[in-house]
């Protein structure tokens, strides 16, 4: 499966990508893209509101074919972050962005538009991000909100409360929707994730109650994220039930931006206790098929950021590096990220990015699930293929 998958990819973008646009051009244009953001008309949804993940994205394919999910912004907002218009063609499919790039709308997709069978929204367990990802959060809230120790990017109960979605999916609702997904050629993996609940297993037993229901009739990647746990061996029985790939989030190389901004998942997880976490899972799932997310932008410390990726690179763990995406509903709505104004200095970072990852063997295109193989809320495609092509 993982071969495939990777050939499968590699060929998809090569073709398209390498006649277009150098890779330093692909790494700045996607760069710019998820740090700025870009301006829609009005009118034109700005994608979810909240829930996990960066949120009030739209979905595009760029000239490389791969995809991104771009920040939308407006008004003092957008003017503040230098976000870039997208403006309609006389093709509603493409639209171009800064009046010179060419990009695909990723729209919803009918099957979304379809009920389980006892009636739920398909619309209300899962959504699609980029092309191929059917994510689903499977439990929409998190016992750091209830303490006030929430993170401060974290918009987790905004689409409970909208309406949008519902608060513990079921693992026989969940693998409706990835039967149905899957049935239509719409999915190539499939990504949990979850608020943190109450109790000492983070979340896995919910996890993988899921996996093994979807397990009965799929063999389809699954990326599933959860917190560290305290007991390592919870661990071995989420791959035991068939994950494919893990991602436990540190959110911050820097222990004192991770205080701040993380102050109930700091309090309960030392970083040894990630490394021991993150060593454990590639003992059992392989190299590059685990990850972790480091958020970009909140004055973090960049060489102690850049040294950890170094660190954990080499022991296999994916360093998923994301721009943070400041949201209304979070203690971060009005923030300022440091990269605003620096696109020379976020593009230097990633550039450090790709040579750690291709140095240490770490091809995000050879994960088989996760956000690191998707790729929608980061530069690390392209930060690798800028270095792979040095
Ligand atoms: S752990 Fe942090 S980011 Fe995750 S759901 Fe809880 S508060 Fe939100």
């Known amino acids: ?11 998809r973008h090569s073709a398209e990508s390498l006649s277009f646009m150098d890779t330093e051009d692909m790494l700045r244009l996607k760069v710019k893209l998820l740090t700025a953001g870009a301006r829609l008309p009005e009118g034109v949804s700005s994608g979810r509101r909240g829930g996990a993940g960066p949120v009030r994205g739209r979905y595009f394919v760029l000239p490389s074919g791969r995809s991104c999910g771009i920040p939308i912004r407006r008004g003092a907002e957008a003017e503040r972050f230098g976000s870039a218009p997208l403006e309609p063609t006389e093709d509603p499919t493409i639209w171009l962005y800064d009046s010179s790039v060419e990009l695909r709308m990723i729209e919803k997709p009918d099957f979304l538009g379809l009920t389980t069978e006892d009636g739920l929204p398909y619309s209300q ?37 909208g309406g949008d979605t519902i608060l513990d999916k079921s693992p026989s609702h969940i693998a409706e929707v990835v039967d149905s997904a899957e049935k239509r050629g719409i999915i190539r993996h499939v990504l949990l994730t979850t608020g943190t609940p109450e109790g000492e297993d983070m979340g896995t037993t919910r996890m993988v109650n899921i996996i093994r229901e979807i397990r009965k009739s799929s063999e389809i990647p699954i990326g599933v994220q959860f917190e560290a746990p305290h007991d390592i061996s919870l661990i071995d029985e989420v791959v035991q039930a068939g994950a494919s790939a893990i991602g436990i989030h540190i959110e911050s190389a820097d222990e004192a931006v991770r205080e701040k901004m993380c102050p109930g998942k700091h309090q309960h997880a030392s970083r040894d206790l990630y490394i021991r976490a993150w060593k454990h899972a590639v003992g059992l799932l392989g190299r590059g098929n685990v990850s972790t997310f480091l958020l970009h932008g909140l004055g973090e410390d960049t060489q102690l950021t850049m040294n950890f990726i170094d660190e954990i690179a080499e022991i296999g763990v994916m360093p998923i590096l994301a721009p943070v995406r400041p949201a209304p509903g979070s203690h971060l709505a009005n923030y300022i990220p440091s990269y605003v104004g620096d696109l020379d200095g976020s593009l230097r970072t990633y550039k ?17 699930a996760g ?20």
């Open 125 to 161: 367990i899962a959504l699609l991000h980029c092309t191929d990802c059917l994510a689903t959060t499977v439990y929409q809230s998190c016992r750091y909100w209830d303490e006030g120790t929430q993170c401060a990017f974290c918009t987790i109960p905004t689409s409970l409360e």
């Open 371 to 390: 956000c690191q193989s998707c790729g929608g809320c980061t530069p690390i495609h392209e930060a690798y293929d800028w270095a792979a092509s040095l």
């Open 352 to 368: 450090n990015l790709g040579n750690a990852l291709y140095k240490w063997g770490l091809n995000p295109d050879s994960s088989v």
């Open 1 to 11: 499966m993982k071969l495939a998958v990777t050939e499968d990819r590699l060929s």
